[in-house]
């Protein structure tokens, strides 16, 4: 057999395989150093004592409930830093790298499977470690720049993934590909080890201030460490410097198969067939619930040795270390036995994943659920159920859900793993903040905590365990070209996606209560004529020959927008205060009826309360509603022509103006719901809570019944269809003109356009997923557009039943003008920090 032969005629230190992965594990432990850093150089950076007296003096009483049997020794268990940064501003801190991290991971997996991760990999962490040398200097200048470097590093360790699942599928033979992933991967758990245990050694050095040095090493070793890789490394051996022809074979032949899609001259990425796969999404369901243990103890595992543990912060270093050790040794022993496993076909690859996914979110479950029961008197029992806890996290990394991207897709591995790992990253984001939000004032929460960490590691458990496979699938076999390219929608969409808010602050500013409906409607009309015009005219310019007829699609559209735009930007003002055009009656009136509520959202002094927003069951009321609303919005309004075409039987010209025919009733029925919800609010028939409940059933309920009657119509009805479709779509308008489009600007006119962003990105949403649902279901049968209907009904009757129970249309008490001492940490923050940063002689 060609590994025998490999093995025997290269020596073991001459493998350049093994030299890749090597250098690669030290490029994780530059990785992990640089990004776990900031967690425990907090507790150091960080003034306890005048934060404990900032909230003394708080004229707000806070509640703590603290372990009064393990007391802290004050000269031993903190070292007191300069900055006073509350828990919660802290777990923004934590946070702000993910929001970096999320952003890079996609285009990083297409970018190093079309061109290699060489310089990608390397130029990450080049970049990366220069950033991180100015942390320590940024951080005394103000706490926003030094998120906003974390958010930087953030964006350029989010190559760091994808190219690793790269190199793996073009340097690691399938048989050895657990071992070599597991031990590379252990990279990223010595990192953490180092950072936390030296780091906790460096806090009490008096050396450079004793915490900069942990931002300072890790820059230095990332620095090297990235020229290394760069002189070293080849996307591919067949081009190595140093690798035998032996070698060299060896690896080609283990892996070409299963790479002949990846030229970069050619390379398509098949984004429906991954978006649809229930392999890609059991593996990033099972990825992102892992990732919630990982990073939950990652960056908050200091904290609680701290907080409930009380070791003091050289033990608290060292501790917090001692899960990572245990993890890196079992990553390398999971990935051997793994490979063993498969290569003597005990198990199948997809039942040697689902085992190792099982081990890997169980076990830790169960100790996790122990750990909430520990208190500082158990502290070394809970430090041991730590580290186990922490470590079996390695069979999901040394055989689980880490190497299946290279299992079911290796020659679209880094763009399946940069998907999934976006979607892990989400926990990274979220986690510090749940973290700080229940421990901030009462540390018995860390309970919570736990018990929110086991449930999660099920969830994700269950899900690989019925929907994960570890083969090769279909679609990633062959080549697949004519991809639809999505580069230039999504530039659109990300430029659109301001559109929405824009416009709820617009009514927020110039529409009088009593009007809000009316207007917004108006406004909101406007959507449904464009669709009318695109839906209609589009067919007829198809059928033209001037200029190739379909692109007069496109160019009419840019014509319009771009002169549209000189328009507004010369004729709009933020307020009606300074418009050149407006008389004197018409803005007192308009300033009257919308000030009293706007009276918080002066330029100068705008603080956001995000907490009281994503806590409040109003807002997540109108989110639900929101999203699952535009689902039909978004299933009608990219595959009516498609339905019209292909159940209809209609052809293009009649196709264009039937399937704007909804869209035009739809807009006189936002403006007849907008009138009709000002007149029934304005003369007090009912509440505004009630008017946006009725209108919100109205539009649900009904185009849910209208799509069910659509499920069973043939192109023989096709013109029931068409009146059914249109009466569908129609009733969206109630929830326009006065329905939940409105409700932002209800229950927050102050933060509408937070408000409503946070909504539309949500309701965003279907309109990624919907599109490949629909063609995945009727790709192959057009009868599946009954599925699709199905599937629609039942969505608009959850965000129907979700708005009725919870929505409101009423100022909220959070929104209100004087909410100035709020639990907002921005204001009291920056001024302290902008009167003096640093602390001498404590408060």
């Known amino acids: ?93 934590l946070g702000a790298y993910f929001w970096g991290y999320i952003i890079t991971q996609i285009p990083a997996g297409y970018l190093a499977g079309r061109f290699g991760p060489r310089f990608l990999f390397g130029g990450a962490l080049i970049i990366s470690s220069l950033i991180t040398a100015f942390m320590p200097i940024i951080a005394n200048v103000h706490w926003i720049l030094f998120c906003i470097l974390r958010l930087l590093v953030g964006l350029a360790h989010g190559t760091i993934w994808p190219c690793m699942t790269v190199i793996m599928a073009h340097w690691a033979p399938v048989h050895e590909r657990g071992k070599l992933m597991g031990f590379m991967n252990a990279g990223a758990q010595a990192g953490n080890a180092f950072a936390l245990s030296i780091g906790g050694l460096m806090c009490s050095w008096h050396f450079a201030g004793g915490w900069p040095l942990i931002f300072y090493s890790a820059a230095v070793f990332g620095f090297v460490w990235g020229i290394a890789w760069i002189l070293f490394y080849t996307n591919s051996p067949r081009n190595h410097r140093f690798i035998s022809t032996q070698e060299k074979e060896y690896i080609l032949q283990n892996t070409q198969q299963q790479l002949s899609n990846s030229n970069k001259n050619d390379f398509h990425a098949p984004w429906r067939a991954i978006l ?285 927008g771009f002169v549209w735009g000189i328009i507004w930007i010369l004729f709009y003002t933020n307020s009606p205060r300074n418009h050149r055009f407006i008389s004197t009656q018409e803005k007192e009136y308009i300033l009257q009826n919308t000030q009293q509520q706007l009276s918080n959202s002066n330029q100068n002094d705008f603080h956001v309360p995000w907490r009281s927003i994503l806590t409040s069951p109003a807002c997540w009321a109108l989110f639900i509603v929101h999203t699952c609303n535009n689902w039909g919005t978004y299933t009608f309004l990219t595959s009516i022509p498609k339905y019209m075409n292909e159940v209809l039987k209609f052809n293009i010209k009649s196709n264009g103006f039937l399937s704007a025919l909804p869209y035009i009733v739809l807009c006189l029925n936002t403006n007849i719901s907008g009138i009709t919800a000002d007149v029934i609010i304005r003369k007090n028939l009912l509440t505004t809570t009630n008017t946006r409940k009725l209108f919100n059933i109205l539009g649900n309920l009904l185009p849910a019944i209208s799509v069910i009657g659509l499920a069973f119509m ?114 009291s923050l920056s001024k302290e920090n902008d009167q003096s940063v640093k602390i001498n002689n404590g408060p």
């Open 1 to 93: 057999m060609k590994e025998t032969n490999s093995k025997s005629s290269v020596p073991f230190w001459r493998l350049m395989r093994i030299a890749v992965t090597f250098l690669g594990f030290l490029g994780m432990i530059a990785h992990f150093t640089q990004k776990v850093n900031v967690g425990i150089a907090l507790v150091c950076m960080v003034n306890h004592s005048a934060i404990e007296q900032h909230k003394s003096n708080s004229t707000t009483t806070l509640i703590t409930h603290t372990d009064d049997s393990c007391p802290q020794t004050n000269n031993t268990n903190h070292i007191e830093g300069p900055f006073i940064w509350t828990k919660n501003l802290q777990g923004i801190i």
């Open 276 to 560: 649809t796969s229930p392999a890609c999404w059991a593996l990033f369901i099972v990825h992102t619930c892992n990732n919630w243990g990982t990073y939950t103890f990652l960056t908050s595992t200091p904290k609680y040795m701290d907080e409930v543990l009380k070791f003091n912060i050289k033990s608290n270093g060292f501790l917090s270390a001692l899960p990572y050790i245990g993890l890196w040794l079992n990553i390398n022993i999971s990935g051997i036995i793994a490979d063993v496993i498969i290569r003597k076909k005990l198990l199948t690859t997809t039942n040697t994943r689902k085992l190792f996914n099982i081990l890997g979110n169980l076990l830790p479950a169960i100790f996790v659920l122990s750990l909430a029961f520990m208190t500082c008197r158990l502290k070394y029992v809970a430090v041991v159920l730590l580290t186990i806890g922490v470590a079996f996290h390695g069979c999901c990394f040394g055989g689980g859900y880490l190497l299946v991207a290279n299992d079911i897709a290796p020659a679209y591995t880094g763009i399946v793993f940069g998907i999934s790992n976006t979607l892990a990253t989400i926990p990274g984001i979220i986690s510090p903040y749940v973290v700080g939000a229940l421990t901030e004032k009462d540390p018995s929460n860390w309970r919570i905590v736990f018990f929110i960490c086991v449930a999660i590691y099920i969830i994700g458990m269950i899900a690989f365990t019925f929907l994960g496979s570890g083969e090769l699938q279909p679609w990633a076999r062959t080549s697949i070209a004519a991809r639809v390219s999505f580069e230039n929608p999504l530039s659109i969409g990300l430029i659109h996606g301001a559109v929405w808010p824009c416009m709820t602050v617009i009514m927020a500013h110039w529409a009088p209560v009593h009007e809000r409906g009316k207007l917004m409607g108006f406004v909101n009309a406007g959507a449904q004529v464009g669709s009318i015009f695109a839906l209609s005219i589009s067919g007829l310019m198809c059928s033209w020959h001037f200029a190739g007829g379909w692109p007069l699609i496109f160019y009419s559209a840019a014509v319009f």
């Open 714 to 827: 043939t192109c023989q009805l096709k013109y029931v269809a068409v009146v059914l479709l249109t009466i569908g779509v129609a009733f969206h308008g109630c929830c326009f003109g006065g329905g939940f489009l409105l409700v932002a600007n209800d229950i927050a006119p102050a933060y509408t356009g937070i408000v409503f962003g946070i909504s539309n990105a949500l309701s965003s949403i279907p309109g990624i997923i919907s599109p490949y649902i629909v063609g995945a279901l009727t790709e192959k049968d057009p009868s599946n557009w009954r599925i699709v209907f199905f599937i629609c009904a039942a969505i608009y009757i959850i965000g129907m039943i979700v708005f009725t129970l919870f929505g409101s249309g009423e100022l909220q008490s959070w929104a209100r003008t004087s909410v100035v001492a709020r639990v907002s940490f921005e204001n």
